[in-house]
């Protein structure tokens, strides 16, 4: 039978953090990694960076058997110079990156002193290659450094990338997508750190490029928390119900915690916590302990070793009073002081020993240890593993006791030392963390993720030792343990409560950080909480949110919907909406259709459309509504929508062209871009109705504006075979179909049109041909002979020109008459008005139809009488006033009284012209 995964985590096959892969390497490369070694100098001038600060690190007293392998995000190997190169500005505003930490050979002199008079130093072994080649990626790194932002633009590629991955995924488990969210801000995180380690010092421009670095490695690590707990919670739902065994009485401590951790979702989430900070922890802090080298190997304490062996040998001048002993406890019981080197090693030590047990590295702490000639000091790390005995339950085998017996003893002692002020503080916090001490734990925590830790870490421990003391019989007396540990009452709520009223200020900034609150939220599983935060900070500064933690919000409300998780829906729907704003300003042109697509349907019509009218390259637009129908969005309602939305921007009024002294008005940007939008609809052949009703509304303004040539335009964009394609899409729904009165009647205004354009593009190259008679040429009285020769020719020339002239006049005349009769005279009913009256009610169309029949047929009835009355049509002019007049096509209707007053006058002028011709005043020859 295979083993549970209690068993491999307890015998340290498969602890996901401590006993990774990296870590079982250690031995190995300390072997090859003797010599030289370089020390840690800070460059002049530069801010204080702490290497403590960037590992910050944490052990887990039960960490390598409360979590299961499948709970646990597998973490990322950092190299060294991510570490030393790392950047950590602050939450609220970012200041100007650190300087890194310099790499400088130690001075030949002190390298070869002995180790009893030599000062020992931590020295750091870098792998050439942990460093980065500066060969690597050259020329992306050269372009990036030469931009104004280049934190930005690096990490632009984000956008595209997280949509690839969210496609990617679609048909995939939903935490396969978030570990891909996390790598790809990974990945990202690692360009940044390349860039800030290979930028000049001081350079204001990468304050921004630190700002985005720091926000992008809270996006990974908030990605990396949400795939641990939402599993580990998906799989609680999915076994709410299930019957868990109940511990025998003679259960072990192993046992019973194994149980407690399968039942109870509380403690197994909030370890879920402990490992999370854990695993940042050790993404900054890397594999920096496997650097680690203290010169003493087999000896600590060897200055004041030294010193008492010379004092022994009779020696003087040592007149400081040391320890007389060197057990582990002497400088504690003697209370007498180490040598100087000895007590700053020691110090140090200390950090980096809890450093690595902040980061969950309890064997690694180990190792150090006994690296170090502190053993004993490995074993009081060893104390915390509970106690098993696989043979209580018999057994043809018999099989190993694991763990410490005497474990409450041992925690009894790490809590009183943890007490002992004379201990290093550093060090009392390294056994607070294994007994459990909030208090003394928190005093070496000074950032929001270190005192998470700490909360979450003693909750845990305080849990399963109540667990242990409840349900266990004891071997012998337990050991007392302070009340305010044994009886702590712990909740999530408690934790957070507890963190807001810190006195630690930094903490009190940190609170506040935007990741931070959305981590808190996501720990106590409040959704609504979380959608209350976001939405006030859409209300408070929806400009000034960092794009990609618009970015984050919008792909952590996707994977709200994807696992069927109720959320706010206003809040979710402002948060999308916000996020295509960003991407529309951004020109991420590939990336706007989807996210659009996961609004409701009429929103989505409005926010694309919005988008499309700012697209004004014919590529550009095929390309925006071929990716809107990737994405199932209606794209017929939103070309509709986009042609809409431009027509309806002039806010003039359908005002009299006459008004305006020209014959024609010049077309403005405004009117450019009417004109251009119809090329929305003409993409698809099944929108042609749609195209014609469209242009039509576009040219009626035009025609009222006296914008003959910008309808011209809008015409002639117009696909020829719209109205043979429409006629088509009748077809196909059989002969009994009837076709929409909207479209019939769509059709019919653009044959008006069409005949009106066609008429006033006619008479203008009338008008044209009329002002261009060719002028006959005159010749003085005293020419000579060969001036009245040339003349001869000019005239006859003159002669042929005028008939040519004469006869295109004619022509023009004729035609000119039968396209403006084709207006007056429109068929079915007259021009622009509708043969189907069954059409839905349009009472802004009905009132501009009307309009335009007002202001344009007196206008071409005005014009016909001067094409008439130029070319001495004078009797037809007259015949006009007939057609006017006629109940048939009720023209006069459309006249106001000033125009029939008017047009009275010219057909006056026009009597009195066949009065001088000797007819009547109607043309007809006078009777005797």
Same mark, same amino acid.
């Given at each position: 039978?295979?083993?549970?995964?209690?068993?491999?985590?307890?015998?340290?096959?498969?602890?996901?953090?401590?006993?990774?892969?990296?870590?079982?390497?250690?031995?190995?490369?300390?072997?090859?990694?003797?010599?030289?070694?370089?020390?840690?100098?800070?460059?002049?001038?530069?801010?204080?960076?702490?290497?403590?600060?960037?590992?910050?690190?944490?052990?887990?007293?039960?960490?390598?058997?409360?979590? @299961?392998?499948?709970?646990?995000?597998?973490?990322?190997?950092?190299?060294?110079?991510?570490?030393?190169?790392?950047?950590?500005?602050?939450?609220?505003?970012?200041?100007?990156?650190?300087?890194?930490?310099?790499?400088?050979?130690?001075?030949? #002199?002190?390298?070869?002193?002995?180790?009893?008079?030599?000062?020992?130093?931590?020295?750091?072994?870098?792998?050439?290659?942990?460093?980065?080649?500066?060969?690597?990626?050259?020329?992306?790194?050269?372009?990036?450094?030469?931009?104004?932002?280049?934190?930005?633009?690096?990490?632009?590629?984000?956008?595209?990338?997280?949509?690839?991955?969210?496609?990617?995924?679609?048909?995939?488990?939903?935490?396969?997508?978030?570990?891909?969210?996390?790598?790809?801000?990974?990945?990202?995180?690692?360009?940044?750190?390349?860039?800030?380690?290979?930028?000049?010092?001081?350079?204001?421009?990468?304050?921004?490029?630190?700002?985005?670095?720091?926000?992008?490695?809270?996006?990974?690590?908030?990605?990396?928390?949400?795939?641990?707990?939402?599993?580990?919670?998906?799989?609680?739902?999915?076994?709410?119900?299930?019957?868990?065994?109940?511990?025998?009485?003679?259960?072990?401590?192993?046992?019973?915690?194994?149980?407690?951790?399968?039942?109870?979702?509380?403690?197994?989430?909030?370890?879920?916590?402990? #490992?999370?900070?854990?695993?940042?922890?050790?993404?900054?802090?890397?594999?920096?302990?496997?650097?680690?080298?203290?010169?003493?190997?087999?000896?600590?304490?060897?200055?004041?070793?030294?010193?008492?062996?010379?004092?022994?040998?009779?020696?003087?001048?040592?007149?400081?009073?040391?320890?007389?002993?060197?057990?582990?406890?002497?400088?504690?019981?003697?209370?007498?002081?180490?040598?100087?080197?000895?007590?700053?090693?020691?110090?140090?030590?200390?950090?980096?020993?809890?450093?690595?047990?902040?980061?969950?590295?309890?064997?690694?702490?180990?190792?150090?240890?006994?690296?170090?000639?502190?053993?004993?000091?490995?074993?009081?790390?060893?104390?915390?593993?509970?106690?098993?005995? @696989?043979?209580?339950?018999?057994?043809?085998?018999?099989?190993?006791?694991?763990?410490?017996?005497?474990?409450?003893?041992?925690?009894?002692?790490?809590?009183?030392?943890?007490?002992?002020?004379?201990?290093?503080?550093?060090?009392?916090?390294?056994?607070?963390?294994?007994?459990?001490?909030?208090?003394?734990l928190l005093s070496v925590c000074d950032t929001w993720e270190d005192c998470v830790?700490?909360?979450?870490?003693?909750?845990?421990?305080?849990?399963?030792?109540?667990?242990?003391?409840?349900?266990?019989?004891?071997?012998?007396?337990?050991?007392?343990?302070?009340?305010?540990?044994?009886?702590?009452?712990?909740?999530?709520?408690?934790?957070?409560?507890?963190?807001?009223?810190?006195?630690?200020?930094?903490?009190?900034?940190?609170?506040?950080?935007?990741?931070?609150?959305?981590?808190?939220? $996501?720990?106590?599983?409040?959704?609504?909480?979380?959608?209350?935060?976001?939405?006030?900070?859409?209300?408070?500064?929806?400009?000034?949110?960092?794009?990609?933690?618009?970015?984050?919000?919008?792909?952590?409300?996707?994977?709200?919907?994807?696992?069927?998780?109720?959320?706010?829906?206003?809040?979710?729907?402002?948060?999308?909406?916000?996020?295509?704003?960003?991407?529309?300003?951004?020109?991420?042109?590939?990336?706007?259709?989807?996210?659009?697509?996961?609004?409701?349907?009429?929103?989505?019509?409005?926010?694309?459309?919005?988008?499309?009218?700012?697209?004004?390259?014919?590529?550009?637009?095929?390309?925006?509504?071929?990716?809107?129908?990737?994405?199932?969005? #209606?794209?017929?309602?939103?070309?509709?929508?986009?042609?809409?939305? $431009?027509?309806?921007?002039?806010?003039?009024?359908?005002?009299?062209?006459?008004?305006?002294?020209?014959?024609?008005?010049?077309?403005?940007?405004?009117?450019?871009?009417?004109?251009?939008?119809?090329?929305?609809?003409?993409?698809?052949?099944?929108?042609?109705?749609?195209?014609?009703?469209?242009?039509?509304?576009?040219?009626?303004?035009?025609?009222?504006? /006296?914008?003959?040539?910008?309808?011209?335009?809008?015409?002639?964009?117009?696909?020829?075979?719209?109205?043979?394609?429409?006629?088509?899409?009748?077809?196909?729904?059989?002969?009994?179909?009837?076709?929409?009165?909207?479209?019939?009647?769509?059709?019919?205004?653009?044959?008006?049109?069409?005949?009106?354009?066609?008429?006033?593009?006619?008479?203008?190259?009338?008008?044209?041909?009329?002002?261009?008679?060719?002028?006959? @040429?005159? $010749?003085?009285?005293?020419?000579?002979?060969?001036?009245?020769?040339?003349?001869?020719? /000019?005239?006859?020339?003159?002669?042929?020109?005028?008939?040519?002239?004469?006869?295109?006049?004619?022509?023009?005349?004729?035609?000119?008459?039968?396209?403006?009769?084709?207006?007056?005279?429109?068929?079915?009913?007259?021009?622009?008005?509708?043969?189907?009256?069954?059409?839905?009610?349009?009472?802004?169309?009905?009132?501009?139809?009307?309009?335009?029949?007002?202001?344009?047929?007196?206008?071409?009835?005005?014009?016909?009488?001067t094409v008439l009355h130029s070319t001495k049509q004078y009797q037809q002019c007259?015949?006009?006033?007939?057609?006017?007049?006629?109940?048939?096509?009720?023209?006069?209707?459309?006249?106001?009284?000033?125009?029939?007053?008017?047009?009275?006058?010219?057909?006056?002028?026009?009597?009195?012209?066949?009065?001088?011709?000797?007819?009547?005043?109607?043309?007809?020859?006078?009777?005797?």
């Open positions: 039978m295979s083993k549970s995964w209690l068993e491999r985590q307890i015998s340290g096959e498969l602890s996901p953090v401590v006993r990774n892969v990296e870590v079982s390497k250690t031995s190995l490369r300390r072997s090859s990694s003797k010599g030289k070694a370089g020390t840690l100098k800070r460059s002049k001038g530069a801010s204080s960076i702490h290497l403590l600060s960037a590992t910050r690190a944490a052990a887990v007293m039960f960490h390598e058997f409360y979590t @299961p392998q499948t709970r646990v995000c597998p973490l990322k190997q950092t190299d060294v110079s991510a570490i030393l190169g790392s950047i950590r500005p602050s939450l609220l505003a970012p200041s100007v990156p650190e300087l890194p930490l310099q790499y400088i050979e130690e001075d030949a #002199d002190e390298a070869d002193a002995p180790d009893s008079t030599r000062r020992h130093r931590i020295s750091l072994k870098i792998p050439v290659d942990s460093l980065g080649s500066f060969s690597e990626d050259v020329t992306l790194s050269a372009v990036l450094l030469r931009e104004d932002d280049p934190g930005l633009t690096a990490s632009a590629s984000l956008f595209p990338k997280f949509l690839d991955s969210f496609q990617a995924h679609s048909s995939s488990a939903i935490f396969d997508l978030i570990e891909a969210y996390e790598a790809d801000c990974k990945e990202q995180v690692d360009l940044l750190q390349k860039i800030v380690n290979r930028a000049t010092p001081g350079q204001q421009k990468f304050s921004k490029t630190a700002s985005v670095l720091w926000f992008l490695q809270q996006e990974m690590v908030t990605w990396r928390l949400i795939g641990s707990l939402y599993r580990d919670r998906i799989e609680s739902a999915v076994e709410e119900g299930m019957m868990f065994e109940v511990a025998a009485p003679n259960a072990t401590e192993k046992t019973i915690v194994d149980m407690l951790f399968q039942r109870d979702s509380l403690i197994r989430q909030s370890q879920i916590v402990v #490992d999370w900070l854990e695993s940042i922890a050790k993404d900054e802090a890397g594999n920096f302990a496997e650097n680690i080298e203290f010169y003493a190997k087999s000896v600590y304490w060897e200055n004041t070793l030294h010193v008492l062996k010379q004092r022994r040998s009779g020696i003087s001048g040592f007149s400081r009073q040391l320890v007389t002993e060197l057990d582990p406890d002497a400088p504690i019981r003697q209370k007498m002081p180490l040598a100087d080197l000895d007590r700053e090693d020691d110090a140090r030590f200390m950090k980096y020993l809890f450093a690595l047990i902040r980061a969950g590295m309890t064997d690694e702490a180990q190792r150090l240890c006994k690296r170090c000639g502190q053993a004993w000091r490995a074993a009081t790390l060893e104390g915390w593993k509970l106690y098993h005995d @696989p043979n209580l339950n018999g057994g043809a085998v018999l099989e190993p006791v694991e763990g410490n017996p005497n474990r409450g003893v041992w925690k009894a002692c790490c809590w009183r030392m943890a007490e002992d002020e004379q201990f290093n503080r550093y060090e009392r916090a390294i056994y607070a963390a294994l007994s459990g001490n909030l208090k003394q830790w700490a909360y979450f870490r003693v909750m845990v421990d305080s849990l399963v030792e109540q667990e242990i003391r409840a349900l266990s019989i004891p071997v012998r007396e337990l050991e007392e343990l302070p009340k305010e540990y044994t009886e702590a009452n712990w909740t999530l709520e408690a934790i957070f409560e507890e963190m807001q009223a810190t006195e630690k200020k930094h903490v009190l900034e940190e609170n506040k950080a935007h990741y931070h609150i959305i981590q808190k939220f $996501i720990i106590l599983g409040d959704i609504d909480g979380l959608m209350d935060e976001f939405q006030d900070w859409l209300a408070k500064c929806r400009s000034l949110l960092p794009a990609h933690l618009l970015r984050f919000m919008t792909h952590l409300v996707l994977f709200l919907w994807n696992l069927g998780l109720q959320a706010k829906e206003d809040v979710c729907m402002d948060i999308l909406k916000t996020y295509i704003e960003l991407l529309m300003k951004a020109k991420h042109t590939n990336l706007i259709a989807f996210y659009v697509s996961h609004l409701p349907p009429e929103l989505a019509v409005t926010q694309y459309s919005a988008f499309l009218e700012t697209v004004t390259e014919t590529e550009q637009r095929k390309l925006c509504l071929d990716l809107a129908r990737e994405a199932d969005l #209606d794209v017929a309602a939103v070309t509709k929508c986009v042609v809409e939305n $431009i027509r309806k921007k002039d806010a003039e009024e359908f005002t009299h062209h006459d008004l305006s002294p020209s014959l024609d008005t010049a077309t403005t940007k405004e009117d450019r871009m009417k004109i251009n939008v119809i090329e929305w609809l003409v993409f698809d052949p099944t929108q042609r109705a749609e195209t014609l009703k469209q242009s039509n509304a576009i040219m009626r303004k035009f025609l009222a504006s /006296k914008k003959h040539e910008a309808a011209k335009e809008v015409f002639s964009k117009i696909p020829q075979d719209s109205i043979a394609e429409v006629h088509a899409s009748w077809r196909n729904y059989g002969m009994n179909f009837m076709p929409p009165a909207e479209e019939e009647n769509a059709i019919r205004e653009h044959l008006c049109i069409r005949a009106y354009l066609e008429a006033h593009e006619l008479f203008n190259k009338w008008f044209t041909c009329m002002q261009s008679t060719p002028q006959e @040429p005159t $010749i003085s009285a005293g020419a000579s002979f060969t001036e009245t020769v040339a003349h001869e020719h /000019k005239q006859r020339k003159f002669q042929d020109d005028y008939e040519r002239w004469n006869d295109n006049l004619e022509s023009l005349t004729s035609e000119v008459k039968e396209k403006i009769f084709n207006v007056l005279l429109f068929v079915n009913g007259g021009w622009l008005v509708d043969i189907r009256e069954d059409a839905e009610e349009d009472a802004e169309r009905s009132r501009q139809l009307n309009l335009l029949r007002q202001l344009c047929l007196p206008m071409m009835c005005f014009v016909l009488h007259l015949k006009l006033a007939d057609i006017i007049a006629s109940e048939q096509h009720k023209l006069y209707q459309v006249f106001s009284k000033e125009e029939i007053t008017k047009f009275l006058r010219l057909l006056r002028e026009s009597s009195i012209m066949l009065l001088d011709q000797n007819l009547d005043p109607l043309g007809y020859e006078l009777q005797p």
